[in-house]
């Protein structure tokens, strides 16, 4: 069974505008890692969270991570056409162990 | 940064046929790997856990003898799809933990391009 479950499954928004992904997930985690997939690709990591840390920042990424309500939040600033792709959140007990994928959100960036 | 080769990136067969999927740590060893199974416009479903030199970690509900995965080497695991049925078709997509983020106890993964598997 999937973790994670993601919010909103698909999203629509102009070129330039923020974008938002929300991802809930079950059990206790040792990190939470964000993915995105190109149609009909594989997956390339974005961010990476532990789960002693609130906020990250990464380029036009930024990563929230609230461990007491399980739950995990994706931005994309200033939001380009090339965002546009499938973003999943993943969460693991560290070191070699299974990564498990949310449901994902299909981001679609108008120009 | 670390790269994953998966071969082929599109395979048709018929019915009744076995398919063998290739997934290559370019420039890394790779002791572990992970083969995911993903639906149209679906998640990713762990379907088992490579180990090199020993047997495969199935998750539940997989069929081991119907998904024969093979990591006789640190650069190279196989998933071979056996007598292949129209409901195998699927994109399947292989994964290897990056070794340098695995010292530092996060398991980030690099991902193949991924094979779709047509069976008519």
């Known amino acids: 069974s999937q973790q994670g479950e993601e919010d909103p499954q698909a999203l629509s928004i102009q070129e330039g505008e923020n974008a938002t992904m929300n991802c809930s997930y079950k059990?206790?985690?040792?990190?939470l890692q964000w993915y995105r997939q190109n149609s009909g690709r594989g997956l390339v990591h974005l961010i990476l969270?532990?789960?002693?840390?609130r906020e990250k920042h990464s380029g036009r990424l930024r990563v929230t991570l609230d461990t007491s309500k399980k739950s995990s939040s994706l931005l994309i600033t200033a939001s380009r056409a090339a965002d546009t792709a499938s973003y999943f959140c993943a969460t693991s007990k560290g070191g070699y162990q299974k990564v498990t994928f949310g449901t994902g959100t299909k981001l679609q960036v108008i120009p | 940064g670390a790269v994953v080769s998966q071969h082929p990136s599109r395979v048709i067969c018929k019915s009744g046929t076995s398919v063998k999927i290739e997934c290559r740590s370019l420039?890394?060893?790779?002791?572990?790997m992970f083969w995911y199974r993903q639906f149209p416009k679906k998640s990713l479903m762990l379907m088992a856990t490579?180990?090199?030199?020993?047997?495969?970690?199935?998750e539940q509900g997989v069929e081991k003898d119907k998904f024969l995965i093979n990591h006789a080497s640190l650069t190279l695991s196989t998933l071979t799809v056996t007598s292949a049925h129209p409901e195998d078709s699927s994109f399947y997509i292989c994964?290897?933990?990056?070794?340098?983020?695995?010292?530092?106890?996060?398991?980030?993964?690099?991902f193949g391009a991924g094979s779709r598997l047509t069976v008519l």
């Open positions: 969270i532990r789960s002693n840390e």
């Open positions: 059990t206790s985690i040792n990190n």
């Open positions: 994964s290897a933990s990056d070794p340098g983020q695995g010292r530092s106890g996060a398991n980030v993964l690099t």
């Open positions: 490579s180990n090199e030199g020993s047997k495969a970690t199935y």
């Open positions: 420039d890394f060893q790779a002791t572990t």
